[in-house]
């Protein structure tokens, strides 16, 4: 497969808004239990407009968005700045497909331009591919949350898995 990564515009946010949403029902992926819309992610997308905490999008040969991954800031104090949680979200025909591996390797490649020395996923205990994708790559358990989230009245854990990426 062949895929091209690109910062997200404007026009974007329906497709990323509608990728996210696909994500809820499994109760694997985000904490929200309901879709969001696409006014309520305007801020969001707008934080995402700076040089070290950017949204990409990612197309196939096609041009059509298959995912995006953006990176956000840590607890949102200066000393955490070099500190980023990175978040990949693939609509459903995109998954298993080797696409969240690809956008992982390109997020550890292109960190340290940004001045990014750490990079944390938040992860729920029981989403065992996500764990695994990042496993593979040399994140470790770094925190586990045990029961925080409530997801149809079943009480969730949240991994926190941390990699310092070689160099920092």
Known sequence: ??????????????????????????REVTAD???VSV???HDWFAAHQKPTRPLWVVEGTD??????????SFYGRP???????????L??????????SWLLEE??????????????GFIFG???PSLALFAKYGFTEWANLPRIAVLDEVERDLIILGLRLPGA
């Open 1 to 26: 497969m062949s895929w091209s990564m690109r910062p997200a515009r404007f026009a974007d946010l329906p497709t990323i808004v509608d990728i996210y949403n696909s994500t809820i029902a499994s």
């Open 79 to 89: 000393a955490y700045d070099g500190t980023v949680e990175v978040s990949i979200y």
């Open 39 to 41: 006014e309520s992610r």
């Open 126 to 128: 029981h989403n065992k």
């Open 63 to 72: 041009g059509v968005i298959l995912g995006w991954m953006s990176f956000s």
């Open 91 to 100: 609509a459903e025909a995109a998954r298993g497909k080797g696409l969240g």
């Open 33 to 35: 239990t309901e879709p």
């Open 107 to 120: 997020a550890m490649r292109i960190s340290p331009e940004m001045g990014i020395k750490t990079l944390l």
